[in-house]
Nanobody, 115 residues
Framework: QVQLVESGGGLVQPGWSLRLSCAASGSIFRVAAMGWYRQAPGKQRELVAVITSGGSTNYADSVKGRFTISRDDPKNTVYLQMNSLKPEDTAVYYC?????????WGQGTQVTVSS
């Protein structure tokens, strides 16, 4: 059984930074792709960034150059470093673990960017 626990969300001003963390239980973390998704009020959940087990990354166009996804396999943890935050980044951020046809989700962490 896989459990994902996100942390690091909060209220920040435009231009500030936050780092989200997602700690995973279970033994498949090292062979799984990890991703961060977000869902703003009234909108569908969207992919923010993904990192494969080999370390390849992909980002949504809206966050390229500002966000960085990384993983620490010995700690079973994936991170999302978010810089130059904008009000439009406000959303609940969810951690995702994908292993073949299986998807696991965390409970989400709120990020609010407002002056």
């Amino acid at each position: 059984q896989v459990q994902l626990v996100e942390s690091g969300g909060g209220l920040v001003q435009p231009g500030w930074s936050l780092r989200l963390s997602c700690a995973a239980s279970g033994s498949i973390f090292r062979v799984a792709a990890m991703g961060w998704y977000r869902q703003a009020p009234g909108k569908q959940r969207e992919l923010v960034a993904v990192i494969t087990s080999g370390g390849s990354t992909n980002y949504a166009d809206s966050v390229k150059g500002r966000f960085t996804i990384s993983r620490d396999d010995p700690k079973n943890t994936v991170y999302l470093q978010m810089n130059s935050l904008k009000p439009e980044d406000t959303a609940v951020y969810y951690c995702n673990l994908n292993f073949f046809t299986r998807d696991y989700w965390g409970q989400g962490t709120q990020v609010t960017v407002s002056s």
